[in-house]
């Protein structure tokens, strides 16, 4: 048993440092950077070209990087889009997911694609010409704006600003500037490792396999070690903001601070995956894979609801588990319904919620809960189409 679970926190450190933080850490450095660089100037295009459209937010969600609704979120909060619009990207979000149904049926994922236009193209232009609608979700953002702005917050900047200005400017530069920098260092290293040790097994000049110690891959080892890294550096973070506070976007001075501010936001994220992958594999290997698999194969009205309520676990791991799931059980007793993994898909808002809990909480919290129930009848159409079918 101490040997399950030391393989599963293993494999969830590769999970979360190379299989999803390493890309993620970019994707959410690049995007960040254009937002800050780029993002008055983006905003004023999506205004003067009117492109706050469902359509357009959705389709760009539809690209498989989380990045995508990242900056929907920030437009959003800056109020260059409507809650319609936002909407449209979040059923539109696939995330890691669809990376593996892009591998085993890119039919399937065409058809989930247009599944998602169709929803949120319908349902995203209704909410924007409901004014009823949009008075509650200005009032969403407004508030989602304030939240930050607590007693701890305001004590913890009293705090900062108390102290000499040469410890003052000597602390800032540390924690956002030194450290910010490092991190992405360290994850821009991980990224060029990962894709060098996959591609070196893809032309199959070297199996990574081989490279063990105590029965573990010498990556898993590496991947713990990096884990162990971002645990102190979340420490820091942590303890520094307990007493000193943080910045806020409308107080960056220049791009370190920017980037900064992005990898405290990665770091946190990085620790949630692989908590939640570790939790998710445990669980399931404590249940049995066969009696999953039986679970599923009772009804497929309870793996639609399955599928639909994945959707709300932040993070991947649970998403990613149900997808490889439904294709494992495909032309088995136990096989899942199409409905059932559509339903997880239009659902689903991943490591993405993570962030939108910090950012968006009450705005997301609706639109999710609407995707939800979006989701749940769209299953049901499909299998009812499905059955009719076949």
Same mark, same amino acid.
């Given at each position: 048993? @101490?040997?399950?679970? #030391?393989?599963?926190?293993?494999?969830?450190?590769?999970?979360?440092?190379?299989?999803?933080?390493?890309?993620?850490?970019?994707?959410?450095?690049?995007?960040?950077?254009?937002?800050?660089?780029?993002?008055?100037?983006?905003?004023?295009?999506?205004?003067?070209?009117?492109?706050?459209? *469902?359509?357009?937010?959705?389709?760009?969600?539809?690209? *498989?990087?989380?990045?995508?609704?990242?900056? $929907?979120?920030?437009?959003?909060?800056?109020?260059?889009?409507?809650?319609?619009?936002?909407?449209?990207?979040?059923?539109g979000i696939g995330e890691e997911a669809t990376y593996i149904?892009?591998?085993?049926?890119?039919?399937?994922?065409?058809?989930?694609?247009?599944?998602?236009?169709?929803?949120?193209?319908?349902?995203?232009?209704?909410?924007?010409?409901?004014?009823?609608?949009?008075?509650?979700?200005?009032?969403?953002?407004?508030?989602?704006?304030?939240?930050?702005?607590? $007693?701890?917050?305001?004590?913890?900047?009293?705090?900062?600003?108390?102290?000499?200005?040469?410890?003052?400017?000597?602390?800032?530069? #540390?924690?956002?500037?030194?450290?910010?920098?490092?991190?992405?260092?360290?994850? /821009?290293?991980?990224?060029?490792?990962?894709?060098?040790?996959?591609?070196?097994?893809?032309?199959?000049?070297?199996?990574?396999?081989?490279?063990?110690?105590?029965?573990? *891959? #010498?990556?898993?080892?590496?991947?713990?070690?990096?884990?162990?890294?971002?645990?102190?550096?979340?420490?820091?973070?942590?303890?520094?903001?307990?007493?000193?506070?943080?910045?806020?976007?409308?107080?960056?001075?220049?791009?370190?601070?920017?980037?900064?501010?992005?990898?405290?936001?990665?770091?946190?994220?990085?620790?949630?995956?692989?908590?939640?992958?570790?939790?998710? $594999?445990?669980?399931?290997?404590?249940?049995?894979?066969?009696?999953?698999?039986?679970?599923?194969?009772?009804?497929?009205?309870?793996?639609?609801?399955?599928?639909?309520?994945? /959707?709300?676990?932040?993070?991947?791991?649970?998403?990613?588990?149900?997808?490889?799931?439904?294709?494992?059980?495909?032309?088995?007793? /136990?096989?899942? *319904?199409?409905?059932?993994?559509?339903a997880c898909s239009i659902a689903l808002i991943g490591d993405?919620?993570? @962030?939108?809990?910090? $950012?968006?909480?009450?705005?997301?919290?609706?639109?999710?809960?609407?995707?939800?129930?979006?989701?749940?009848?769209?299953?049901?159409? @499909?299998?009812a189409i499905e059955r009719l079918l076949f």
């Amino acid at each position: 048993m @101490i040997d399950k679970i #030391f393989t599963i926190a293993f494999a969830s450190a590769y999970t979360a440092i190379f299989e999803i933080g390493s890309v993620m850490a970019l994707l959410m450095l690049l995007f960040g950077i254009l937002d800050y660089k780029k993002g008055d100037a983006l905003r004023r295009l999506i205004e003067r070209r009117r492109l706050d459209r *469902p359509f357009l937010m959705t389709v760009l969600a539809l690209i *498989p990087v989380d990045g995508t609704l990242l900056f $929907q979120y920030g437009i959003y909060r800056r109020k260059s889009i409507r809650s319609g619009s936002l909407l449209g990207g979040i059923i539109g979000i696939g995330e890691e997911a669809t990376y593996i149904i892009l591998s085993i049926q890119p039919l399937a994922w065409l058809a989930l694609a247009g599944i998602k236009l169709l929803l949120a193209v319908g349902l995203g232009n209704l909410l924007n010409h409901l004014p009823g609608w949009q008075k509650k979700a200005d009032a969403w953002l407004e508030a989602d704006l304030a939240a930050g702005m607590n $007693q701890a917050v305001v004590e913890a900047d009293e705090n900062f600003h108390a102290l000499p200005d040469r410890f003052r400017h000597k602390l800032h530069h #540390f924690r956002y500037h030194t450290l910010g920098r490092a991190f992405w260092f360290f994850f /821009g290293g991980a990224f060029v490792l990962q894709m060098l040790v996959l591609a070196l097994d893809h032309m199959a000049w070297f199996d990574s396999s081989r490279l063990q110690a105590l029965g573990i *891959p #010498f990556v898993s080892w590496l991947s713990m070690l990096a884990l162990f890294i971002i645990v102190m550096y979340w420490l820091v973070v942590h303890m520094t903001t307990r007493e000193f506070g943080k910045i806020f976007e409308y107080e960056f001075e220049d791009t370190g601070d920017a980037v900064g501010d992005l990898a405290e936001t990665c770091a946190s994220i990085i620790l949630l995956i692989f908590v939640l992958s570790f939790l998710v $594999q445990a669980v399931l290997a404590l249940i049995g894979p066969e009696h999953v698999a039986a679970f599923f194969s009772q009804s497929a009205l309870l793996a639609i609801l399955a599928g639909a309520l994945i /959707g709300l676990i932040p993070g991947t791991g649970a998403s990613l588990v149900f997808t490889t799931l439904y294709f494992n059980l495909a032309g088995t007793t /136990g096989a899942m *319904p199409f409905a059932a993994l559509a339903a997880c898909s239009i659902a689903l808002i991943g490591d993405t919620q993570l @962030i939108g809990r910090r $950012q968006l909480r009450l705005t997301q919290r609706a639109l999710h809960l609407i995707a939800f129930g979006l989701a749940i009848l769209a299953g049901l159409a @499909i299998w009812a189409i499905e059955r009719l079918l076949f």
